[in-house]
C-alpha cells in the first residue's frame, strides 16, 4: 500500500492510538520464516502511519488474515501497554458483522462453548473442547434472506478463531470460511468484519468508539440480507 492508501483506512487517530480499517486477505504481521505464502503484511506499511513520531505504531491486537474491520495500533510504548493490558482483561466492547449459511431460529442468544487446539499439526486451528479454554459469543440477528442470515456477534472472550468456530459449530458456518467453511471450494471470501470497537483507554474521558464500513465482497451479501441503511 502507498502512504496515501493505508493513511486513507484510518478511521481514528490520536496522541496515543490508531485505528485502522483492515482490507479482508491480508495477514497484520509477517508470517514465520519457514511459513508458505508469506507476501505482505499490515505492519510493513505502518512507517507510513508515524506522523512524526520517532518510530511506527505498533499492533494493540491481531485480527485473522481473512477478517477486515477495525484494527487498533498504540503510537508509542507506554499506548501500546495500556491498550494491550484492556484487550488482556477483555475491557475492549467488540462488534462483529457475520453473514453466515442457514442460520439460528431465534433472533438473538449466547453461545458458551469451550475452545482448545484441533490438534498440533493444524497449528492455530481450534475446535470445540469441553476441556478447553472458556469461551464465549453473544449474537443478535440483523437481517435474513436466500438461505443466509447477517449476525451481529459480540465475543466475550478472545480466543483464537472464536467466531469462526462458534458459528460452525452451531450449525450455521461463515460465508467463505476456508477453514470452518466451504471458502477453498466455493472461492469466496470470509465473510466476517470487525465493524466497531469501543476503547476505554482514557481515565477522564469518555470510552472511544469506532465503527468500519465494510468491505465490497460483504456489502451485497448484507443487501440480500435485508441491509438498507447506510454504512
Known amino acids: 500500500m502507498s502512504p496515501e492508501e493505508i493513511q486513507g483506512r484510518i478511521l481514528y487517530r490520536d496522541a496515543l492510538m490508531l485505528v485502522i480499517n483492515k482490507p479482508a486477505g491480508i495477514a497484520v504481521h509477517e508470517a514465520h520464516p519457514n511459513a508458505k505464502n508469506r507476501g505482505n503484511h499490515m ?12 518510530n511506527p505504531p505498533q499492533l494493540a491486537h491481531r485480527l485473522d488474515k481473512d477478517t477486515s474491520g477495525c484494527l487498533v495500533l498504540g503510537r508509542h510504548r507506554k499506548a501500546l501497554d495500556d491498550l494491550s493490558k484492556l484487550f488482556r482483561e477483555g475491557k475492549m466492547e467488540k462488534t462483529y458483522w457475520a453473514v453466515v449459511k442457514g442460520g439460528p431460529q431465534e433472533d438473538e442468544g449466547f453461545i458458551d462453548l469451550p475452545l482448545g487446539k484441533m490438534d498440533r499439526s493444524k497449528g492455530w486451528w481450534m475446535k470445540p473442547d469441553p476441556e478447553g479454554l472458556p469461551a464465549q459469543t453473544g449474537w443478535r440477528v440483523m437481517g435474513r434472506g436466500d438461505g443466509f442470515t447477517w449476525l451481529e456477534l459480540k465475543p466475550e472472550t478472545g480466543r ?34 470487525a465493524r466497531a470497537i469501543t476503547i476505554p483507554l ?30
Open 43 to 54: 505492519e510493513q506499511f505502518f512507517p507510513h502511519l508515524q506522523f512524526g513520531l520517532p
Open 160 to 193: 483464537t478463531h472464536q467466531l469462526r468456530v462458534h458459528t460452525q459449530a452451531m450449525g450455521w458456518p461463515i460465508i467463505g470460511d476456508p477453514i470452518y467453511g466451504d471458502g477453498k471450494t466455493t472461492g469466496e471470501m470470509l465473510h466476517l468484519h
Open 202 to 231: 482514557y481515565k477522564n474521558k469518555a470510552a472511544v468508539t469506532v465503527e468500519a464500513p465494510p468491505p465490497p465482497h460483504l456489502i451485497s451479501a448484507l443487501a440480500i440480507s435485508g441491509h438498507q441503511s447506510v454504512y
